[in-house]
């Protein structure tokens, strides 16, 4: 039994029914409704073989996300810091030149006009000091001459700044400062106080090695406080300095016994004019960096050293005691050598001795001081 077809056997069959239409996508449908992009702006297919790669042209499309690069951006926007440097002179300026190495938000304010050298350091100056505190920095630094940092507090309008402010200073004595900052800040605004032992002459090349005396003197007690002044403290330790932590009159004690001294001898040898010769010995290369090292600090900074560090004078009268002893134990020698030279007895020497005693204005002439210990031992 033979089924009969569904249409006679001489026809064709009909064609297929056409393919129901592709529905656009929503993006598509979205950017023909309300935004509608030119036809040359759609990304046409590669050919094959062309090297180029297809650019993304949806506005709704997802973009790449360079985790690295937030990474980093997160990382050094923890770490850095709003620093306000108030004077901009020559150490200041070197400091600012450090501090834009690790990318730190840097401003300045001084008496003088250094716009144009802060724009060479990223340094946004303002000769405005109520401008630079509506800032509100993280830190506010002092970087001026230690006579003028009395009035140069009294200037600053504290109410400008955020009441957790951490002032810092760099200034070369360490318990004047201190006792300044303690009478004049609010009492919600911290304190440390810091001494690069280099400056812009000795520190020139490399920081490696070099001493940073800080003292935490008030520190608030909550957790971003003390990041902030770890954070402070962590850029000298980067540059490579030697950190000590010291309180100002220990500081201030190892410092009259070192950096004034150094002050004084550099200055006492520009005076009498040490100057270079072909046949140098290193000791005397040695003496010619100290007087180099030193004349390029003002003297008000010198000044400064004398008058605000109370163990300064007394550095000085040990200086000049020294002086004296060699004085005498030269010129003690040298009457030695002459009594022998001149004299035939001892009475001719003992009227020479009162002679000379009596032109000293009634001082014993004076022997040197080994030859002294031996007469006296042979007593």
Not at 113 to 126: E, G, I, K, L, W
Not at 197 to 205: C, H, I, L, R, V
Not at 268 to 286: D, Q
Not at 352 to 362: A, D, E, Y
């Amino acid at each position: 039994m033979f089924l009969s077809a569904p249409y006679p056997l001489s026809l064709t069959p009909p064609p297929p029914p056409p393919p129901p239409p592709l529905l656009p996508s929503f993006s598509l449908s979205i950017r023909r409704s309300f935004l509608p992009i030119p036809s040359s702006t759609i990304t046409k297919p590669l050919r094959p073989g062309s090297s180029r790669l297809p650019s993304i042209r949806a506005l709704d499309a997802a973009q790449p996300f360079d985790y690295e690069s937030h990474l980093r951006y997160q990382h050094l926007k923890s770490t850095s810091l709003k620093i306000a440097i108030i004077g901009f002179g020559n150490f200041g300026q070197f400091l600012a030149k450090a501090f834009s190495r690790q990318n730190h938000t840097l401003f300045a304010h001084s008496r003088s006009d250094y716009s144009r050298v802060a724009r060479q350091f990223n340094v946004q100056f303002y000769s405005d000091i109520d401008d630079l505190c509506e800032l509100h920095p993280d830190v506010v630094l002092i970087s001026t001459s230690i006579l003028s940092t009395e009035s140069m507090l009294k200037s600053i309008p504290f109410q400008r700044l955020k009441r957790s402010t951490l002032f810092v200073d760099v200034l070369s004595v360490k318990e004047f400062p201190m006792n300044l900052f303690l009478k004049y800040l609010p009492e919600e605004f911290d304190i440390l106080c810091t001494h690069p032992m280099f400056g812009p002459e000795s520190g020139k090349d490399s920081w490696v090695g070099l001493p940073f005396v800080y003292d935490k003197v008030r520190i608030g007690d909550d957790e971003e406080r003390l990041s902030r002044v770890e954070r402070f403290l962590d850029f000298f330790a980067k540059e490579g300095c030697r950190m000590v932590e010291m309180s100002c009159i220990e500081h201030d004690k190892y410092a009259a016994g070192s950096q004034f001294v150094t002050h004084t001898m550099g200055r006492v040898l520009e005076r009498f004019g040490v100057e270079s010769s072909p046949i140098n010995t290193k000791g005397y290369e040695t003496l010619l960096n100290l007087v180099k090292n030193t004349k390029g600090d003002s003297f008000d900074l010198y000044y400064g050293l004398f008058m605000y560090n109370q163990n300064s004078l007394e550095q000085l009268e040990r200086l000049d005691m020294a002086f004296e002893s060699i004085k005498k134990d030269l010129f003690g020698r040298l009457l030695q050598v002459y009594r022998k030279q001149l004299f035939l007895n001892a009475k001719e020497e003992d009227r020479f001795l009162s002679t000379m005693k009596l032109l000293r204005g009634g001082d014993d002439v004076l022997e040197p001081s080994d030859q002294k210990s031996k007469r006296l031992k042979g007593s």
